[in-house]
């Protein structure tokens, strides 16, 4: 298996566009979740999916920011508009939800900036 | 919630020595405590994980103890490396739910050769 895959590794827009952050979780993982790592915050839980339905999102910033999963190997991470303090790395990751394996296996990140 | 606090935030050691890294939770349902590394530019990588039915867990140099009662858990690498260099995040969260874990702000360690 290759891993958590993201995409695109570094994306650099101009304030108030639209940018979409795209992930591959593990084959057979069933949660997947979405981190923002910056100086400031270091590393923040965004949202979280089990099953590919939404279970917390209660670490998205504002309005400006949504995730879907619309099924099992693909989840989306969006902000429209971008503003320069969105710039940071976003972490996606997967964990196969048992009593047995717990571990969280995080993609290569995507490295945004916003100008 | 849940609040991880991590220290110190930054480490230096002689090559050889060991580091210790503490934390600790606030939130006493808390029973999965995974410790990753992250080196420069890459993503955060689990070295070790200790659940709350243990109070001490090693693999070679890394050991990982645990405090339940008094909330708090560390990690500890002996005979460090300079490829050791890196940092370092705690994190704790509820079993079934490993990517949900709060994290502390990490320890940059550096091991000076």
Redesign the interface.
Known sequence: DAGVIQSPRHEVTEMGQEVTLRCKPISGHN???WYRQTMMR??E?LI?FNNNVP??DSGMPEDRFSAKMPNASFSTLKIQPSEPRDSAVY?C???L???MN????????TRLTVV | GENVEQHPSTLSVQEGDSAVIKCTYSDSASN?F?WYKQELG?????II?IRSNVGEKKDQRIAVTLNKTAKHFSLHITETQPEDSAVY?CAA?I????????????TTLTVKP
């Open positions: 949660s997947l979740f270091g590393l839980l979280y279970i917390d972490f990751a997967s964990s939800d048992s009593m717990t571990e969280a296996f995080f993609g290569q990140g | 999965y995974p890459k993503r955060p990588q689990l994980d995040f969260s079993q079934n739910n490993a990517g949900k874990s709060t994290f502390g702000d990490g």
